[in-house]
């Protein structure tokens, strides 16, 4: 016999349902370990139920990488808005949160690019995948044109910036960075990345 809540799952939740219960098992077992099947079991609902919404368990880690990006998407756009304008202080808002989703979440992180750099990747994930880009894009952008970031190509002040960022993180999820220290060595990376941004002194060659 159904419970309420198995039966409440067959009328529009069982999807939600199935991706907070794969982002468990993630972080408690890797990857390897999430099923459809094993899933369905979790959540007493009948075996063939998941396929309604997940074609298979790569659908469903497609899924999990999308709603992975729209949430860390969302948590960057949120350190944006109590940030003061400058771009030192913005800068710092997006690294903090950055980290700060990277070491809250490591497996779903890990998962996230590994599926957003598949060939077969969906469009609605690299569309989800580009909306953290964008954001950072834009940082940059307008750090220019209020005169706090030097001139060139955006690409050329993004790809340094970005990719010191997601190696901080990557270094603090894996532990090798002391967890002790975590927050004061982050504030001298991005001390040290507002340098690398910052204009040119004047008559400097």
Known sequence: MQTGQTRRYHHGDLRAALLTRAEETL???????????ELAR??????????RHFKD?????????????????E??????????????????????AYVGFATANAEL???????????A???????????MSVLGLHLIEDGQRRGEVREGPVASI????????????????????????????????IAHTLRGCAPDAPGRA
């Open 27 to 37: 972080k408690e077992k890797g990857p390897a370990a999430l099923s459809l099947r």
């Open 158 to 189: 993004a790809t340094p910036l970005f990719t010191t960022l997601h190696g901080f993180a990557a270094l603090a999820v894996s532990g090798t960075l002391p967890s002790a220290t975590l927050n004061t060595d982050l504030e001298y990376v």
């Open 42 to 51: 979790d959540l007493g609902v009948s075996h063939a139920a998941p396929s």
């Open 109 to 119: 992180l890990d998962l996230m690019f590994s599926i957003k750099h598949d060939p």
């Open 121 to 131: 990747a969906s469009d609605a994930l690299i569309k989800a995948a580009q909306g």
């Open 57 to 73: 368990k790569q659908a469903l880690l497609d899924a999990l990488a999308e709603a992975g990006f729209d949430r860390l998407g």
């Open 75 to 96: 948590a960057l756009a949120a350190s944006q808005e109590t940030a003061d304008e400058s771009f030192a202080d913005r800068l710092g808002a997006l690294a903090r």
